[in-house]
């Protein structure tokens, strides 16, 4: 099983109707929760850790992961659901969050232990729930004892600069401990800019490679091709090209959890087969993530692509 953890929310996407009005759109979200969901529609067997609220909204997400297959092993608290005011202009989305005192928020050491299975095989996490409070460090806590479980360890920063900044010299400390441990890193060029300040972007890269010298770094950059880099060698793979732009709201997140899927379908979620990869294998698994990718982005929100859609 791959357990995923990190925050979910619901969108709250600024649309506007053939008049010209200004609507709002709900729509169940966050980025480890999107991978969470990708990766069910991918036919993995996926358990979700993190608390969903009891409020409507909660139940909205709730049923989104049962649809998908995902079975949701965190609590259901009273507390509120979290919130993401998202703008789209050019296909990109713009996010404002409101987190304070949420459900998704109410975890410790011991909440998160309790929820791992014994057949728990990777363990994903990522963005806002790494960014701040005793909840990021419960979630690094918990990535550092399943990586010395041996549990295949993944995450995607999904750096927000807004809320980064706000605790940054500790955010930065956090996700240097966790890459050092990881066996997949998969970052924007944004996320290395923001994580590496000083540093060129091969510079920075390296620097990442070296403290994470068993890692798969997968350095996604807009339109640009994608950079692997992992003790086999160095690939750069060409994005598949999108046809139909509506947004890349999710794109990111399916793109990280169709690599996940490629990585569990090829038995390489490990140390050594990780090692033992070569190009050709890997770059196939690089060029179906950004298929996954090009696909959601032919939609309105976060609405992945199935496996038969992938892999027929």
Not at 3 to 23: F, W
Not at 114 to 133: K, M, P, R, V, Y
Not at 258 to 265: E, F, H, I, M
Request: with cysteine; aromatic share 6%; net charge negative.
């Amino acid at each position: 099983m791959i357990l995923c953890g990190g925050e979910n929310l619901v969108d709250v996407i600024e649309m506007q109707t053939v008049d010209g009005t200004r609507v709002f759109r709900a729509v169940p979200g966050g980025s480890p929760y999107n991978c969470t969901r990708a990766l069910g529609r991918l036919g993995m067997d996926v358990g979700y850790l993190t608390p969903i609220s009891s409020d409507r909204f909660g139940d909205d997400l709730l049923a989104g992961l049962t649809a998908d297959n995902v079975r949701h092993l965190g609590q259901r608290p009273d507390a509120p659901t979290s919130l993401a005011m998202v703008t789209v202009e050019d296909g990109q989305p713009d996010y404002r969050f409101y987190r304070n005192g949420t459900a998704e928020r109410m975890v410790t050491q011991d909440t998160l232990r309790n929820c791992l299975t014994d057949g728990a095989e990777a363990f994903h996490i990522g963005s806002l729930a790494l960014c701040e409070g005793r909840d990021a460090q419960a979630w690094a806590d918990l990535f550092m004892s399943c990586a010395a479980r041996g549990i295949f360890t993944s995450f995607d920063p999904n750096i927000r600069p807004l809320l980064a900044e706000q605790n940054a010299s500790a955010y930065r400390r956090r996700l240097d401990q966790m890459a050092a441990v990881a066996n997949l890193l998969r970052l924007s060029d944004e996320d290395l800019n923001w994580w590496r300040p000083d540093m060129p972007a091969e510079d920075a890269l390296a620097d990442l490679a070296r403290m994470a010298p068993h890692a798969l770094l997968v350095l996604t950059q807009g339109a640009s091709p994608v950079i692997c880099h992992w003790p086999g060698g160095r690939i750069e793979v060409p994005l598949t090209p999108v046809e139909n732009m509506v947004d890349a709201v999710g794109a990111g997140d399916t793109l990280m959890a169709t690599l996940l899927a490629g990585l569990a379908r090829k038995d390489c979620l490990g140390v050594d087969q990780i090692a033992a990869l070569d190009a050709t294998a890997l770059g196939q698994i690089i060029k179906d993530a950004s298929k996954a990718a090009a696909i959601t982005c032919t939609k309105t929100g976060c609405n992945p692509p199935y496996a038969s859609e992938i892999w027929g």
